[in-house]
């Protein structure tokens, strides 16, 4: 069974920063694409950013766009998100999903229904 485990969650201030991690107990995951996806109280799970097998190609939520950065080490089955300027509505659980179809696809995935391995989550909370 292939396991997804988040880290590096917190507590933070308004304008601070956090890095996530994802370590994927299978190395086979290097050759699909993984995202991150977060979900507030009292509302739906929304795609954060996604970055393709390589590491060569990322994609972003509008409202994360220039703050927030994804990247991998697929050497280490690692997935990251770098959050820079926190903002209190960035408070969530921030889980990582990761795809098994389609090894060495560059197409983006936004939706959750897409992914087929979710993590636990860690949760973020940003004080004003």
């Known amino acids: 069974q292939v396991q997804l485990v988040e880290s590096g969650g917190g507590l933070v201030q308004a304008g601070g920063s956090l890095r996530l991690s994802c370590a994927v107990s299978?190395?086979?995951?290097?050759?699909?694409?993984m995202a991150w996806f977060r979900q507030a109280p009292g509302k739906e799970r929304e795609f954060v950013a996604g970055?393709?097998?390589?590491?060569?190609?990322?994609y972003y939520a509008h409202s994360v766009k220039g703050r927030f950065a994804i990247s991998r080490d697929n050497a280490k089955s690692t997935v990251y998100l770098q959050m820079d300027s926190l903002k209190p509505e960035d408070t969530a659980v921030y889980s990582c999903?990761?795809?098994?179809?389609?090894?060495?696809?560059?197409?983006?995935?936004?939706?959750?229904?897409?992914?087929?391995?979710w993590g636990q989550g860690t949760q973020v909370t940003v004080s004003s």
């Open positions: 299978e190395r086979t995951f290097s050759r699909y694409p």
């Open positions: 970055i393709n097998w390589s590491g060569s190609n990322t």
């Open positions: 999903a990761g795809r098994n179809n389609s090894p060495y696809d560059d197409s983006y995935y936004l939706n959750t229904y897409e992914y087929d391995y």
